[in-house]
């Protein structure tokens, strides 16, 4: 009888455990500080990994791991300003580089024409 009831709580224990880890449908959201540069005009019309065309006009940026598609909030620490842009590249190739962002987004959070700058990026992983 006893080693019924310390298996029924057992039982009971585990799937309790296990109803509170699956409750939590929320995604990670990530923080990071990284280095960012932007890409060159000349890059512009040609495909990207994705299989999409480059265009400078447009909000995107290249990531070396996330999925294509996410969605990068990047802001620039030294003037607040920041942009949301799509991932649909792969790059930089740079270990330095965390991410390239398209001419338009980089003009947007005044990093155009600086080449390299820290920036903040945040994201979810879903």
């Known amino acids: 009888m006893k080693y019924l009831l310390l298996l029924s709580f057992c039982f009971l224990f585990l799937q309790g455990k296990a109803q509170d880890s699956g409750s939590s449908n929320e995604p990670d959201s990530i923080k990071k500080t990284v280095l960012a540069t932007y ?25 070396r791991t996330l999925p294509f598609g996410t969605m990068i909030t990047v802001t620039n620490p030294d003037n607040g300003k920041s942009v949301v842009v799509k991932v649909n590249d792969r790059g930089p190739f740079s270990k330095r580089l965390a991410i390239d962002l398209s001419e338009r987004a980089a003009k947007q959070i005044g990093i155009y024409r600086k080449g390299i700058a820290k920036v903040s990026l945040s994201y979810t992983v879903e």
């Open 39 to 63: 890409y060159h005009r000349k890059f512009e019309g040609r495909r990207t990994t994705s299989g999409a065309k480059y265009r400078a006009k447009k909000l995107t940026a290249a990531h």
